[in-house]
């Protein structure tokens, strides 16, 4: 089994304690400006960029934004999917995920079901992983059909978080939506984090370095940023930004 992405993930962790991750989506910004973004987020000290997007809906702007990205930096490059069609094979891995508090079985396991003979003839390294929504989740909140776990229930968090790994899924995500208006409250994260060996993955309206280093020291290991990249000209300072805080506790 191809496993090269999982051990550079937990080999970054035992060296620099948490890492950050870059989320870029190509329909958005465009495949160039994403290669842009991502040598500028490399130079700053992201681990890795992950590509998707809620509303991604073309083939041709991921294909182009992963082979883009992958030519300009050394990084990995993680496909972060919305659904069946956010499939490229010029990226590293995919989040092989499952929507854990989706209403529907479609987000659940179907998709999954649905893209997997692809996902193997492509050869893409699959990581495992456990996607918990928490609080209304913006717009994967809605296409994901999410009973959003309310910011004050962390038990609620935590049984699914500790159902996820016990499933066997290898990282767990805990979404606050892209540009949510509060990212993941600390005091969730450190509930969730004490049932869980597995790593942990917070994100979702996290802008700058006091967000980030909180969520670390609350328990995250991998924190990921999408929108601030974006709303920036100073990329590589904002990333940096974001890695100094959270490496150094
Ligand atoms: C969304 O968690 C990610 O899937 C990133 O969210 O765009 O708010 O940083 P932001």
Redesign the pocket.
């Known amino acids: 089994m191809n496993r090269s992405v999982d051990e550079y993930i937990h080999k970054s962790l035992r060296e620099n304690g948490a890492i950050h991750m870059t ?1 870029l989506d190509p329909q958005k910004i465009g495949p160039e400006r994403c290669a842009e973004i991502a040598v500028e987020a490399e130079k700053g000290g992201t681990s890795a960029i ?1 590509v ?3 509303t991604l809906a073309s083939r041709n702007d991921l294909d182009e934004g992963v082979r883009r990205i992958k030519d300009a930096v050394n990084i990995p490059v993680i496909l ?1 999917p919305n659904d069946v069609g956010s499939v490229s094979r010029h990226a590293d891995a995919i989040w092989f995920m499952s929507l854990l508090n989706s209403r529907l079985t479609y987000y659940v396991i179907d998709a999954q079901a649905m893209s997997i003979y692809t996902i193997k003839s492509y050869g893409l390294e699959t990581l495992p992983l456990g996607y918990i929504i928490i609080g209304p989740g ?1 717009t ?1 909140g809605f296409i994901g059909q999410a009973r959003g776990i309310p910011y004050d229930r962390p038990e609620l968090a935590m049984s699914y978080a500790l159902a996820g790994q016990t499933l066997g899924m290898r990282y767990i ?1 805990l ?6 208006k509060a ?1 993941v409250p600390p005091a969730m994260i450190k509930l969730v984090k004490s049932q869980l060996s597995v790593p942990l ?7 700058e370095g006091g967000d980030a280093g909180a969520a670390v020291e609350a328990g995250a290991d991998i924190v ?5 990249v ?1 709303e920036t000209d100073r990329v590589r300072e904002s990333i940096y930004g974001i890695v100094s805080s959270i490496q150094s506790g």
Not at 201 to 207: E, N
Not at 224 to 228: A, E, K, L
Request: glycine share 32%; hydrophobic share 40%; proline share 3%.
């Open positions: 989320l992950m998707g997007g809620s972060f913006g994967v995500y979404e606050a939506g892209s540009g949510a990212p993955i917070v994100g979702g309206g996290i802008r990921v940023t999408g929108n601030m974006e």
